[in-house]
């Protein structure tokens, strides 16, 4: 038999960026639960509201299923002597399972014969065992942060006020920090605060919305959506497209009323993304556009509540937002009494990291990697990359940015436009944040990526230069996400730049700011990277073993290495190449723990299969060097595949550990060659063959 379950967990206001990962965490969490517990189900459901957490699930077992158990004891060669009576070991396997020593029975295993016995475990009713983990189930649930409220023993978002529970119609009872569960849930808190009784989950969702109450996030969205339309459509404008102000205002409220309100035209003198910053992140109101982009003195604003009277309610939206208008306002103008140059300098007084020295310091050390990298990769671009570089940290100072800290960097594009600046290096300052966040958008100038790149790898050496390294639970400067960004970037501009030269030149310009062996700190550094980029091409779908091979040799330049890895897993597709892998082996193991050099004698190349497989090599290591510096990778491949046949040859005619130490050491140059060539593409060793 099969039933409903329905959980609704009523607390204080939740904020709206815990809901949709909780409610995800809900239906993993309980579907592992009901496994580990052998309940079947047909599907879960989470839902939410500030207010509440709901999980119903549909066609639940309301019988655990029964088990048949069998437990392994002693070998049977313990367990009985050789009259066949059973020994201490045989009693005391039977005493602590509470079963009779002549119920043990010999059971065949992999291992051998041993004694054991078998159980009927019974299924327990489903209420019961709701009853036993539902108290750890919902202290289990995990929040951005969680608190112990009062005297409350388990920390949860908010505090817990009431415990909705009901399997099959009947409550499951169970208590979390004083409350008991039961089959009262409340309406809207303002607008129909009242108990209401529920019998199962269709009877909720409707008492529910009687009380105003949407419960389902998908359906609310809906509503507040058509709500926007309609108070839009009644001003005229289009909804600026901002779907995660749309999921947190969903996530806001029970119910849904969009109002649209407006502002003076006075403040459109300041910059579009100043307008709807301070609409969007201090009022989570939604910014108007005119249907080409124009931005209009409107705003739209979500209520959680049915007004009396909406002019009463939107001159309040109207009244609030205006102050925060008149400070964006003041902010800018006082701004703009000095250049942004002169801002620059304030950051002198500006700490970084108390170690590694002020905003300033940082910008000089970043803005002498940049020029670095433009000198090596971009010289026409020098110019652009020193001013850039010098400008592009001064907003941090800044009235503006000071209060709304989401505009670093497009409020030191408008300044720097205001000041005179170049718009290329304008639009750089903006672009050297770029990527904020997985899948943002790259810098287009070169600039731009150019002094974001040096910026952020003065942030990874630096940190690693007086041990601030990233842990599984921690990394406060991002180090992380900096060098994605740094990956990403040298990806999409196919930048010629070596990653670990980058390292050695920041780790010169930081100069005694690090502390600890430089060394060991590029080691690390080069190694952080390769391991993100390394995780990046994986997490894209491409072999694991493909991108091991290239990136264990060939990591430092990006561009360069994803074109070997998708020469690699192209030739990896087809049937010779298991071939060729099986030949690279067996150099491999025979180079492993010798050392060979790289001088070959023809002179002592006796074997006529040594001495083609060195012919062969010479011809193809001509032509691979000019491929490869042709960056013609996969070509190379189908040169290093023609060896393939040599190799054989050599290895079945050919004893290489020969008695004679120079014989011996030639036939180790030559595969060590070999070996260098096979090198120009990636480390064969670590395909298993």
């Known amino acids: 038999m099969t039933g409903e379950f329905l959980l609704e967990i009523g607390t204080e206001e939740i904020p709206a960026r815990f809901l949709p990962p909780t409610m995800e965490q809900m239906k993993a969490s309980m579907a592992k639960k009901l496994g580990d517990e052998r309940l079947t189900f047909d599907r879960i459901d989470a839902m939410s509201t500030p207010r509440r957490l709901t999980l119903i699930v549909s066609g639940m077992s309301l019988k655990q299923e029964d088990q048949d158990q069998q437990v392994v004891g002693p070998p049977e060669k313990s367990a009985y002597d050789a009259q066949g009576n059973p020994t201490k070991a045989a009693e ?63 920390p949860f978002a908010r505090p817990v006020h009431w415990l909705l529970c009901l399997l099959d119609g009947r409550v499951v009872p169970f208590a979390l920090n004083g409350i008991g569960s039961g089959d009262l849930t409340y309406g809207h808190r303002f607008m129909a605060p009242q108990a209401i009784q529920v019998r199962d989950a269709s009877d909720y969702v409707a008492k529910l919305e009687e009380a105003h109450v949407v419960i389902d996030p998908e359906v609310r969205r809906e509503r507040m959506l058509r709500s926007v339309d309609e108070a839009i459509r009644e001003s005229g404008g289009q ?81 609030v937002l205006k102050a925060r208008l008149e400070d964006a306002k003041f902010f800018f103008r006082e701004d703009l009494k000095k250049p942004l140059a002169d801002h620059a300098e304030a950051l002198k007084s500006v700490l970084f990291q108390q170690k590694l020295g002020t905003s300033y310091q940082k910008m000089e050390r970043f803005r002498e990697l940049a020029l670095f990298m433009a000198d090596a990769a971009a010289p026409e671009a020098r110019e652009a990359v020193e001013r850039t570089a010098t400008l592009c940290k001064a907003d941090l100072v800044t009235e503006m940015v000071g209060e709304f800290p989401a505009l670093q960097g497009v409020m030191g594009r408008a300044y720097a436009r205001h000041a005179g600046e170049s718009e290329a290096v304008a639009q750089a300052v903006y672009e050297h944040y770029l990527p904020r966040f997985a899948g943002d958008a790259l810098p287009e100038s070169t600039a731009g990526a150019l002094v974001g790149m040096a910026d952020r790898l003065d942030t990874i050496c630096g940190c690693f230069g007086i041990g601030l390294i990233p842990t599984g639970a921690a990394d406060p400067y991002a180090l992380r996400r900096h060098t994605l960004a740094i990956i990403h970037i040298l990806l999409e501009k196919r930048y010629l730049l070596d990653f670990e030269s980058l390292a050695v030149k920041s780790l010169q310009i930081l100069g005694d700011r690090v502390e600890r062996d430089p060394e060991e ?110 960056k013609r990778y996969a070509d190379t491949l189908e040169i290093i595949f023609g060896l393939r046949r040599a190799i054989d040859g050599f290895f079945d005619a050919v004893m290489v550990m020969d008695k004679d130490e120079k014989l011996k050491h030639n036939r180790l140059a030559l595969l060590n060659r070999l070996s260098g060539l096979f090198k120009n593409i990636g480390d064969f060793s670590k395909f298993s063959v």
């Open 92 to 154: 005391g396997f039977a005493r602590a399972h509470g079963v009779n020593v002549s119920e043990l029975a010999v059971v065949e295993t992999g291992k051998g014969k041993f004694v054991g016995i078998r159980r009927h475990i019974p299924g327990r009713p489903t209420s019961e065992l709701l009853a036993d983990l539902l108290p750890s189930w919902v202290a289990g649930l995990a929040f951005p942060k969680s608190m112990r409220w009062g005297s409350n023993p388990t």
């Open 239 to 319: 909804l600026i497209d901002d779907p995660d102000l749309v999921t947190e205002n969903c996530f806001l409220v029970e119910s849904t009323n969009a109002v649209c309100g407006t502002f003076a035209d006075s403040f459109l003198e300041l910059p579009d993304e100043v307008l709807i910053t301070a609409m969007r992140e201090h009022q989570r109101y939604f910014a108007v556009t005119d249907g080409n982009g124009k931005l209009l003195p409107k705003f739209v604003a979500i209520n959680n509540t049915l007004a009396r009277d909406p002019a009463v309610v939107t001159q309040g939206h109207q009244r």
């Open 521 to 630: 700190v590029l080691k690390q550094v080069t190694e952080f990277f390769r391991a993100r980029f390394h995780n990046l091409l994986t997490g894209k779908g491409l072999p694991f073993d493909v991108v091991d091979a290239v990136l264990s040799l060939h990591h430092n330049v990006p561009g360069e290495a994803m074109d070997r890895v998708q020469a690699l897993n192209a030739w990896k597709e087809r049937p010779e190449f298991q071939l060729l892998a099986i030949s690279f082996k067996r150099v491999v193991n025979i180079l492993k723990d010798q050392e060979a050099g790289t001088e070959v004698d023809e002179s002592l190349l006796q074997d006529q299969s040594e001495r083609e497989l060195w012919d062969e090599y010479l011809r193809a290591d001509r032509t691979a060097n000019q491929l490869m510096a042709e």
